[in-house]
């Protein structure tokens, strides 16, 4: 039983675009909502993270958006660059960390 | 300033052999825990520890054992590898349980034949 939902599967986008990810969950405990970037042949590394008591969060060009009563949360990435291209995970956590499927983004020049 | 340092990086086993997937951190970490990672699947937990001496089963703990005897050291052991164990191993670990950044390991890639 997947606990979090992630969708796209995959994504392109031209540079300068807003790639948007999104995330959903069934259980209402948990408490911390990170995203994670994996470049290929590397392990994944914690991007930006929220807790559920505020809407967004921004941190430079990353912003996470939390819709507490849909139970989702989505990903933006402003001024998208080539450098961004990468597979993204988002996860939810009480006590486990549990990841969604990842999604892999293509930003092309 | 290694952080988590997985080894080997890539492994063949035969069907039937056993292995050990090897995990250190120098982090002071309190908590670790093991994904593997298939393709569309995302990283699926396959066991954690809480602390040294203390160990639990994740999503996909079958197949796999683990023990923590001290708080460095997370390994992984196959009992009798399946092709269906095939896959790209991470260990991870973190101060807290869940609710904090988890760092990552680079990886181990296991291809049982």
């Known amino acids: 039983q997947q606990q979090v939902k992630q969708s796209p599967q995959s994504l392109i986008v031209q540079k300068g675009g807003i790639p948007i990810i999104n995330c959903a969950y069934e259980?209402?405990?948990?408490?911390?909502f990170p995203w994670y970037q994996q470049f290929p042949g590397k392990g994944p590394a914690l991007l930006i993270a929220i807790r559920p008591d505020v809407s967004e969060k921004k941190e430079g060009r990353f912003t996470i958006s939390f819709n507490k009563s849909a139970k989702q949360f989505s990903l933006h990435i402003m001024d998208s660059q080539p450098g961004d291209s990468a597979t993204y995970f988002c996860a939810v956590s009480r006590e486990k960390l549990t990841f969604g499927t990842g999604t892999r983004l293509t930003i092309i020049p | 300033n290694a952080g988590v340092t997985q080894t080997p990086k890539f492994q063949v086993l035969k069907t039937g052999q056993s292995m050990t997937l090897q995990c250190a951190q120098d982090?002071?970490?309190?908590?670790m825990s093991w994904y593997r990672q298939d393709p569309g699947m995302g990283l699926r937990l396959i066991h954690y520890?809480?602390?040294?001496?203390?160990?639990d089963q994740g999503e996909v703990p079958n197949g796999y054992n683990v023990s923590r005897s001290t708080t460095e050291d997370f390994p992984l052991r196959l009992l009798s590898a399946a092709p269906s164990q095939t896959s790209v191993y991470f260990c991870?670990?973190?101060?807290?349980?869940?609710?904090?950044?988890?760092?990552f390991g680079q990886g181990t890639r296991l291809t049982v034949v």
């Open positions: 991870a670990s973190s101060l807290g349980t869940g609710g904090g950044e988890a760092f």
């Open positions: 520890s809480v602390g040294a001496g203390i160990t």
């Open positions: 259980n209402t405990a948990f408490d911390y």
């Open positions: 982090m002071n970490h309190e908590y």
